[in-house]
């Protein structure tokens, strides 16, 4: 079982950038899928960026394709979200999710196929 908390939200204008980190407790972080997905309220939680084991595989959504670029340390235990040209309708409240999995490669792009989630951290950006 792992355990994940966020850090790195915070109020931002639009243009500027963030890093949101996911700090993972619990043995073999390494062995899992990871994904970041955001949510505001009255909407559905939406997929942002989702990670492989192996960390070499990457899938983004469209609406933060080239802004936005999920990395891993496995010696730290972290997922990171790097934000960079961020604009009002990224503000969201963000979460990171975890899935164990023998597939180093599998890149896991819906919230159900997570089992794993963190409290979640805000993210505003004001215009």
């Known amino acids: 079982q792992v355990q994940l908390v966020e850090s790195g939200g915070g109020l931002v204008q639009a243009g500027g950038s963030l890093r949101l980190a996911c700090a993972a407790s619990g043995p073999t972080f390494s062995n899992y899928a990871m994904g970041w997905f955001r949510q505001t309220p009255g909407k559905e939680r939406e997929f942002v960026a989702a990670?492989?084991?192996?960390?070499?595989?990457?899938y983004y959504a469209d609406s933060v394709k080239g802004r936005f670029t999920i990395s891993r340390d496995n010696v730290k235990n972290t997922v990171y979200l790097q934000m960079n040209s961020l604009k009002p309708e990224d503000t969201a409240v963000y979460y990171c999710a975890a899935k164990w999995t023998l597939i180093y490669t599998i890149v896991l792009r819906t919230p159900g196929e997570y089992n794993y989630w963190g409290q979640g951290t805000q993210v505003t950006v004001s215009s």
């Open positions: 990670l492989s084991r192996s960390g070499d595989r990457t």
